[in-house]
């Protein structure tokens, strides 16, 4: 559900590009400047985490942030207060993720996975959810979505009971051994971080091009849709890869096929095209999203929420601001910053090579570790 609403942002960018009389760049600054300031603080977060009492609760503040903040996005008056509201959004999704890493973890690498697979499947629906929505409605009924959103959320989060993965679960660490522990996990920090330029910058573009080559809004929001949603399936692809072969196998995999998809969509191609593209860069993006974390949390066993922010929103937004570096010089030009995306691809393949300590091992969660 968090997942789905802070998805609504990349495949509206035509339509805030149109409704604010904005071009290209500023668009893109708009998007990478929400998704760069929401993630960098997630470590911060991942801190609070260690620190709570009960995660559920946080479960709650954080849930209950993003869904206000998107109920008032649509009464948006001008481009600042768009990207107050979207920050916001965000910053609540920025907050949930270690709680729900933490929450997710188990005996099996599986449970994991289908806690990032089931975010994966809320970033796939919402921008065709969004798309349709605002083609057959207006933007400014977007509160009524939240509202059944905070029903339904309200429903599941009185019934779910107290679980033991609920509980405070820091180890008593200060905050200076915290911070000697993230050495552990340095190039998946890196990985992550290049991992998600290619894949946020690509997604950024998707319902751009589309657009300009005279396709529908909706057509852009499906775009994401399927490249995201073949993400769900990927993501416990990954896992089994990972268990099979090797965490740093599977990141090599994963720039392979991103490489080739931003390829394709760096020259002029048909919709069908588009697709193929985006299919490849999310499908083969999403294979080591939850493996990734799995890795990072074994190799933290002493603060897993700490790990988790650290190679999901940290390195998220790591990756981010890595974009400022490609819009800023390069401008309009979409092509030539995909072709930059495809020699990063291209250049991380033997840099996934380098293996991990504990990278053979099995990605099992917090039961064994």
């Known amino acids: ?49 260690s620190k709570l009492e009960s995660l559920k609760r946080g479960l709650l503040v954080s849930m209950l942030l993003t869904i206000g903040a998107m109920a008032f996005v649509g009464f948006s008056p001008n481009l600042s207060v768009l990207l107050l509201l979207f920050l916001a959004a965000f910053f609540g999704n920025s907050a949930f993720h270690p709680i729900g890493a933490v929450m997710a973890r188990g005996s099996s690498p ?11 499947l809320g970033t796939a629906l919402g921008p065709i959810f969004v798309t349709q929505y605002v083609s057959r409605y207006s933007f400014e009924r977007m509160w009524i979505v939240s509202l059944v959103a ?13 679980r033991v993965n609920a509980s405070r679960v820091n180890d008593g660490l200060s905050f200076k051994e915290n911070l000697q522990g993230l050495r552990k996990i340095g190039i998946l920090w890196f990985i992550v971080t290049v991992r998600t330029l ?35 399936a990927t993501t416990l692809l990954g896992t089994w890869m990972s268990e099979r072969f090797g965490n740093h196998i599977t990141n090599v995999v994963s ?6 998809g931003v390829l394709i969509l760096s020259f002029p191609t048909s919709p069908v095209g588009l697709i193929v593209g985006y299919l490849l860069v999310n499908g083969c993006g999403y294979l080591t999203m939850s493996t990734n974390v799995a890795h990072a949390q074994q190799l933290m066993p002493e603060n897993a929420a700490l790990a988790s922010s650290t190679v999901m929103g940290f390195a998220w937004a790591c990756g981010v601001a890595l974009r400022y570096l490609l819009i800023l010089p390069l401008g309009e030009s979409i092509t030539a910053q995909l072709v930059v995306l495809f020699v990063v691809s291209m250049l991380m393949v033997p840099i996934s090579l380098l293996k991990v300590r504990n990278s053979k091992t099995s990605l099992v969660g917090r039961g064994t570790v």
């Open 150 to 162: 905070a029903i339904v959320f309200s429903f599941l989060y009185l019934r779910e009971p107290e």
């Open 255 to 260: 720039f392979s096929g991103m490489a080739m």
């Open 198 to 232: 290619i894949i946020s910058l690509s997604n950024t573009y998707g319902p751009i091009i589309a657009s300009k080559r005279n396709l529908p809004l909706v057509f852009g929001g499906l775009l994401l849709s399927l490249g995201v949603g073949l993400g769900v």
């Open 110 to 120: 599986y449970f994991l996975s289908i806690f990032v697979a089931a975010g994966t």
């Open 1 to 49: 559900m968090t997942d789905f609403f802070v998805s609504f942002l990349n495949p509206l960018a035509p339509y805030f590009m149109q409704r604010f009389s904005v071009g290209v760049k500023e668009i893109a600054l708009l998007i990478t400047s929400v998704s760069f300031f929401s993630s960098i603080f997630q470590i911060v977060f991942g801190m609070i985490a």
